[in-house]
Structure formats: structure tokens, C-alpha cells
């Protein structure tokens, strides 16, 4: 077990708890669930933070006064931040831009350093960002860099900690493990330690529809072209240098909408929030307990908590942009709606509300420009030059009616108009707004026209 200071948060990583899932449909098999997110930092790459730093500080690699660099997707940086923050050291984080706000924000109040970086190249190219954080590690001086993916401390976290734990707590019973392969370390650390504990056990990989690791398990083969996938921390376009699949027995090939879909109903069914990582295990797990024909004991991870992800996966606008949730398409305008308000997506206000009511809801909610309804008819828009113009230096004004400040002479769209009319309206510097006679849809934005663009052409 990693030596720890009892007084310290970082103490608590590990003893996660195990538990049963009781409400999904789970075949002959009983199905385990050990919850990672309960770890202090959120989620299972707490346990490799610890091992990497304390490694690090006994051969000497890292010392008082040090920094600590690594490229993440985001919880391994929490775990290392979470941890070395604590020790007192710097922390530089390289993280690709499709990672969740929520993560950014979170690394952040921790006092890490960002460096955001694209999330659409790989291997090889400059920005990519693994040679980004190997590259920051060779200029900065007294630069420790944790490199998870080649770093031994990370399966050893899981060969001395996850495994003896989870052996313990199925009462030493346990036929199969279901993981995903982010670095590898999980899979690794655990086959090392079953390979003593009990050699029959079955690893199962679970890996996004996009990454090479499937084919390479099935096949052999390592795949020179991979897709993209929106699952966060799992899935990879190369093979990494302390992978292990010697036991690995199976691959599952899982679709985001699955990955999605399953996490979402894991949270329905059995109360869990997890992260879209966690989706794809529970999916690929359901599948393998489904297709046994004798009862076996199967375990899986929350790798994460979903606390995360509400700004995505938990997020229906944000699932009807990625195309995860489908609305019923009626071929014409109303399916560029981004926010649908006769679907009670969109965020209003009334003539008689204030303008600080109206700014408020714009700040919560992150938009530039409101719809105004009265008694669910569309009346007038208001957005923030309406505001400026009319608080300008003074504060009082924020008192005053949105009624008398917002824009009532719109130019409305029709459902069946063109695309054209949609472009124009918008070129203009117009709000587009939806609506059949007093019938309001919603409006469409140029983020939604975007969206829409890039839907049809992928
Ligand atoms: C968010 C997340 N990160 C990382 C991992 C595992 O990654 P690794 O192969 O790096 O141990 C998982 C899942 O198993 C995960 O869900």
C-alpha cells in the first residue's frame, strides 16, 4: 500500500468501495462496480498521482521546491495536483480542448498551471500534448515530468492498491475485470497482480468506437488510422509502452451513443453519476455478463464522478449538439433550433421582469441575447447592446423594464423558409427567430448554424 500522512486529504485515495449493480439486467452474472469517484480528487487516476509523486520524491527525480509536469485529459492532472499541491510543489498541465469545463475550472482552483492544446492531432505534431508536456518538462528547470504513459509507479498504483483491494472485497472470488485503456496503467498493474492472485481471471477491454486498441486486441494489428470519440480518458491512437494485453480475453467496440446512453441509465437505474468513461465500461461489462452461459462474477469501474460532465453528458442541450440525443426531425428550420421552446429549453423573459433579471439569466446561462414572452407569445428580444444602450453609466437603470428596452419590431422566420433566409437574416446582424405567426419555436444562433453545418457534413 502507498505510505501516506494520515493528516493529509491524500490519505483517503484507495478503499474505494465496492458494490453491486441490483437494477440493470446483468444475464447469469453478478456485476461489481468499485467506485473510483469516491476517491478525494474524483476519480481513479488519484491512486497513480500519489504513486508517480512518491516515486519521484524517493529515487530523488522530484525535489522540495520542484515542478511537476504531465499531459492529461484531466483527472490524472487532478490526482497529481490534488496531491502535489498539497506537498507544496508546482503543477504544469498540458490538456487537449475537448476535455470538460468542469476539469479546466476544477485543475485550476487547485492552483495547477494550463497549457490548452489541440485535441485534433496526434503522435508527432507539435501541439500535440503529450510532446507539448515533453517538451515544456525539457525547458523548465528542476521539471519533473510525470509521464503516466511510460512511467512504471503508474501500474504499480494498481498492482499494490486496486487489485489487492478488489481481490479482498469480492471475498476473493472474481471470474473477470472489464476495463478501458486510457495509458494503460489499470490494465497492467491489475494483470500483474492477478497473474499471482488468481491466473484465470478474464480482463475484458472496453474501448470506444474510434480508438485502435479493439482491432489491435482482435486482430494483432496496429491500426494506422483512428477516429475521434467524445468519451473523456479512455481509447487511444497508439500503443502505449506499459501496456500489458497478455490477458486481456476480449474486446468490446462501443459507440459514444452507447457509452452515453449507459451512463445516463446507470444514474437512472442505480443512482451513480458518472463520468462518459464509466458508460463505456458499464456497456461493454452488461454485453460480456449477457453473453455468458454460466454465472460468473464480474467487476468494473466508476472510473470517475460525473460531477464533471454536467456541462456534457448530463446536459441535454449539449447531447442534442453532438447528435446523442435525437429530437423527431421536421425537415425544415426548427431542427437548427439549438434550444427548443416547446421543448422547455429556452431561457426568457417577461416585458414586466427588470433589466437585472434579464442580465442575470444571461450571465447564468452563458447567452447574449433572450427571448422576451408574454403569456408564451414572442413579443420582442433583447440582448446585451439593448442593455449597454440603455444602463450605460448608469446603474439605476438595471431597474427598468425589459419591456421598454427590448426590440419588438422582429423579423421573424418561418419553419419552411430557406437556408438562404436563415443566412441572410443572420448576416445582417439579426436574431433569427423561429416562430408561425404568435407560435414561437425558438431561436437559431450562428453556433447553431455551425453545428448544423458541421452535422451534415460528417
Ligand atoms: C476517465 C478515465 N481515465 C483513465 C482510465 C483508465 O486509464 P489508464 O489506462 O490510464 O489506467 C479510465 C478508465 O478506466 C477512465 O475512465
Not at 465496492?18 to 462496480?33: A, H, K, M
Not at 519533473?144 to 504499480?156: E, R, S, V
Not at 472496453?206 to 485502435?212: K, V
Request: charged share 25%; net charge negative; hydrophobic share 40%.
Amino acid at each position: 500500500m502507498p505510505s501516506t500522512t494520515p493528516a493529509a486529504l491524500y490519505g483517503l485515495i484507495g478503499n474505494t468501495p465496492l458494490i453491486e449493480v441490483t437494477r440493470l439486467d446483468t444475464g447469469p452474472c453478478q456485476l461489481f462496480l468499485k467506485l473510483e469517484s469516491q476517491n478525494p480528487g474524483g476519480s481513479i487516476k488519484d491512486r497513480i498521482g500519489l504513486s508517480i509523486i512518491e516515486a519521484a520524491e524517493r529515487d530523488g527525480r522530484l525535489k522540495p521546491g520542484g515542478t511537476i509536469i504531465e499531459a492529461t485529459a484531466g483527472n490524472t492532472g487532478l490526482g497529481l495536483a490534488l496531491v502535489g499541491r498539497i506537498k507544496g510543489y508546482r503543477v504544469v498541465l498540458v490538456v487537449p480542448d475537448k476535455m470538460a469545463t468542469e476539469k479546466v475550472l476544477h485543475l485550476k482552483a487547485l492552483g495547477a498551471e494550463i497549457h490548452l492544446t489541440r485535441s485534433d492531432v496526434g503522435k508527432g505534431h507539435p501541439e500535440y500534448y503529450q510532446d507539448m508536456a515533453a517538451r515544456i518538462a525539457a525547458d523548465t528547470p528542476g521539471a519533473f515530468f510525470a509521464d503516466q504513459f511510460n512511467n512504471p509507479a503508474n501500474p504499480l498504483a494498481h498492482e499494490t492498491t486496486t487489485g489487492p483491494e478488489l481481490w479482498q472485497q469480492s471475498g476473493q472470488k472474481l471470474d473477470a475485470i472489464v476495463v478501458g485503456v486510457g495509458s494503460s496503467g489499470t490494465l497492467s498493474g491489475l494483470s500483474r497482480y492477478f497473474e499471482r492472485a488468481n491466473p484465470d481471471l478474464e480482463f475484458v477491454l472496453a474501448d470506444p468506437r474510434g480508438s485502435i486498441l479493439a482491432e489491435y486486441i482482435d486482430t494483432g494489428k496496429v491500426s494506422e488510422t483512428s477516429g475521434s470519440w467524445a468519451v473523456e480518458g479512455i481509447g487511444e491512437d497508439f500503443i502505449p509502452s506499459i501496456a500489458d494485453f497478455s490477458r486481456v480475453k476480449k474486446a468490446y467496440t462501443i459507440p459514444d451513443q452507447e457509452s452515453f446512453d449507459s451512463a445516463r441509465e446507470l444514474l437512472r437505474a442505480e443512482g451513480i453519476l458518472a463520468g462518459s468513461s464509466t458508460g463505456t465500461l458499464l456497456a461493454a461489462a452488461l454485453k460480456y455478463c449477457r453473453e455468458q452461459t454460466t454465472p460468473k462474477r464480474v467487476a468494473t469501474f466508476v472510473c470517475d464522478t460525473g460531477t464533471r460532465y454536467l456541462s456534457k453528458l448530463y446536459n441535454d442541450g449539449w447531447m442534442v449538439d453532438q447528435g446523442l440525443i435525437q429530437r423527431p426531425r421536421t425537415g425544415d428550420l426548427r431542427d437548427l433550433i439549438g434550444r427548443r421552446h416547446d421543448a422547455g429549453e429556452v431561457v426568457n423573459v417577461s416585458p414586466t421582469d427588470t433589466l437585472m433579471v434579464a442580465f442575470n439569466r444571461m450571465r447564468a446561462a452563458d447567452l447574449a441575447q433572450l427571448p422576451v414572452l408574454d403569456d408564451n407569445r414572442l413579443v420582442g428580444i433583447i440582448d446585451e447592446s439593448d442593455l449597454l444602450l440603455k444602463v450605460g453609466g448608469n446603474a439605476d437603470a438595471f431597474a427598468g423594464q425589459v419591456g421598454g428596452t427590448m426590440t419588438s419590431r422582429l423579423e421573424t422566420l418561418q419553419p419552411g423558409d430557406s437556408l438562404q433566409a436563415l443566412r441572410s437574416t443572420l448576416d445582417r446582424g439579426l436574431t433569427a427567430v423561429v416562430a408561425d405567426g404568435s407560435r414561437f419555436y425558438g431561436l437559431i444562433t450562428r453556433y447553431d448554424l455551425l453545428n448544423h453545418l458541421r452535422r451534415t457534413l460528417s
